[in-house]
């Protein structure tokens, strides 16, 4: 079946715009998460919705970042005022049981 | 600070050798392990998880945790070029579906 998608696959845009990430889950799949990669970083942890219930947002690095999911479904991510630190590779994963599945991941670079 | 530690590497081996992937984690609270394998350029890939202590086989790769001493790690047996990739350990504090607390990854590559 399909497996998680995400658009863009790249994104290239100048400090201080806004950008939108998108996020489909696997059909079924109630859990989503995003996390993002980057150079010296490795992979870390941003925000995860679970059903209905509220986000668990622990893992935004600062107000400018935000996200939400529509319908239980669609997902996404939108950071405001964007600084060159937030260039990295954004991920968007879905959960079966306890084994999260990642989708190929939105490159932004923020010139 | 939950922390998950890896060696980053690189690890080389020949072909057809085992390659031997280690992983220590932080918080003994830990409940279920992963390992992803990632290509360049590429999003993770799960090839693993293991909850239980002791030794857990797919194919050529096993994975082994032992909880008392906060390890955890992956065995790939006869190893192939195509198995050259990062190889990301990845914890979760409880099985309720926290977020993945993931090592910076140890790269492996297979000569051939």
């Known amino acids: 079946g399909a497996g998680v998608s995400q658009s863009p696959s790249n994104k290239v845009t100048e400090k201080g715009k806004d950008v939108e990430l998108r996020c489909d889950p696997i059909?079924?799949?109630?859990?989503l998460y995003w996390y993002r990669q980057s150079l010296g970083q490795g992979l870390e942890f941003l925000i995860y919705?679970?059903?209905?219930?509220?986000?668990?947002k622990s893992g935004l690095p600062s107000d400018r970042f935000s996200a939400e999911r529509t319908g239980g479904s669609v997902s996404t991510l939108t950071i405001q005022r964007t600084q060159q630190e937030d260039s990295a590779v954004y991920l968007c994963?879905?959960?079966?049981?306890?084994?999260?599945?990642f989708g190929p991941g939105t490159r932004l670079t923020v010139l | 600070q939950k922390e998950v530690e890896q060696n980053s590497g690189p690890l080389s081996v020949p072909e057809g050798a085992i390659a031997s992937l280690n992983c220590t984690y932080s918080?003994?609270?830990?409940?279920?392990f992963f390992w992803y394998r990632q290509y360049s350029g590429k999003s993770p890939e799960l090839i693993m998880s293991?909850?239980?202590?002791g030794d857990k086989e797919d194919g050529r790769f096993t994975a082994q945790l032992n909880k008392a001493s906060q390890y955890v790690s992956l065995l790939i047996r006869d190893s192939q070029p195509s198995d050259s990739a990062t190889y990301l350990c990845?914890?979760?504090?409880?099985?309720?579906?926290?977020?993945?607390?993931f090592g910076k990854g140890t790269t492996l590559s297979v000569s051939s």
């Open positions: 994963a879905s959960r079966q049981r306890n084994e999260q599945f």
């Open positions: 059909s079924g799949h109630t859990a």
């Open positions: 919705f679970q059903g209905n219930s509220a986000p668990d």
């Open positions: 918080d003994r609270g830990s409940q279920s």
């Open positions: 293991i909850y239980s202590n």
């Open positions: 990845a914890v979760t504090f409880n099985q309720a579906g926290t977020a993945l607390i």
